[in-house]
């Protein structure tokens, strides 16, 4: 596995896997690597694509009062892990190699930003398609793989691909769950045993509502969302949002069909954590 830190070396082994006829397959992350990323590696190498993995974790994406200094970070760990998953090559850039002194230019997908994750994080999905738009720039994918679990992230990526036509497939890959359903997330670490049982409701709430959809035939949004609310009012946690929504542009919608989802976010004390269960 080759290791890269800087923008000319990760363009170098793409280049010479490319004239090798590899098909380039891309996985940006912030690392504290768990098993939601490797899901997303695994797609990439049985599509059988020269795998790239980046691992950065982006100031651009957090808020002031936001948790970018205590994200865990542990690069020997995710290194190994990444050998072990038999990837072909990591960009570990540094803060210098992607906003050099005097970067001054944002990608950012107004509208669909601004709702839900963009309206309690102002800004976050600016930081975020600024930097994959300069990744992808950087890596020059044939394929990218995102994950549902952040279904906001997927489709504003999604929309930011198809309107500045990066020549790039958008794959999206099913959250992957902790055995008690919790969705994995590096974010998770931060939770004390008492936190991590009360932060389960959310998971349980959305697993309860895709009963009532698939088992029940029950698709009125309204019905859905008040025992989903109901649910995590149970907990000693704070419901920041649980709704319905279609999934190209995050609006509110009243009944589920192909193409929605529900979309939700709590914060146990100060970790917050979302989910999402979608009918793609
Ligand atoms: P992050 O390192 O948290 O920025 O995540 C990097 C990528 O992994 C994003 O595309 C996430 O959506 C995806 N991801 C994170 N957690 C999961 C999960 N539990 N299941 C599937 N994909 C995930």
């Known amino acids: 596995m080759e290791i890269l830190k800087t923008k000319r070396e990760i363009r170098a082994v793409v280049k010479k896997a490319k004239e090798s006829k590899r098909r380039i397959g891309f996985v940006p992350t912030m690392g504290y690597l768990h098993k939601g990323h490797l899901a997303l590696i695994q797609n990439s190498m049985e599509d059988g694509c020269f795998t790239v993995v980046s691992i950065f974790v982006n100031p651009l994406q957090f808020g002031p009062s936001e948790d970018f200094q205590r994200y865990p970070r542990d690069i020997e760990r995710d290194i190994s892990i990444l050998e072990k998953a038999k990837v072909d090559a990591v960009f570990l850039p540094s803060d210098d190699e992607m906003y050099p002194a005097g970067h001054l230019t944002v990608v950012s997908v107004p509208n669909l930003s601004g709702k839900f994750e963009g309206a309690i994080r102002p800004g976050h999905f600016t930081g975020v398609c600024t930097i994959v738009a300069k990744l992808f720039n950087i890596v020059q994918p044939h394929r990218a793989y995102f994950g549902w679990k952040d279904a906001q992230q997927l489709v504003v990526i999604r929309r930011m691909v198809k309107d500045l036509d990066f020549d790039i497939s958008v794959i999206g890959v099913q959250t992957v769950r902790e055995p008690d359903g919790l969705a994995a997330s590096s974010r998770n670490v931060y ?40 649910i995590i009012k149970s907990e000693q946690v704070e419901l920041q949002y649980l709704e319905a929504v279609e999934l190209e542009n995050f609006e509110i919608i009243k009944n589920i069909r192909k193409n929605t989802g529900i979309i939700g976010a709590i914060k146990v004390d100060k970790v917050r954590l979302i989910d999402n269960i979608i009918w793609d």
């Not at 004390?192 to 698709?219: F, G, H, P, T």
């Open 191 to 230: 939770l004390s045993e008492d936190q991590r049982r009360r932060a389960l409701v959310l998971s349980r709430a959305l697993q309860e509502i895709r009963q009532m959809v698939e088992y029940n035939k029950i698709i009125d949004a309204e019905v859905l969302i008040s025992r989903g609310r109901e």
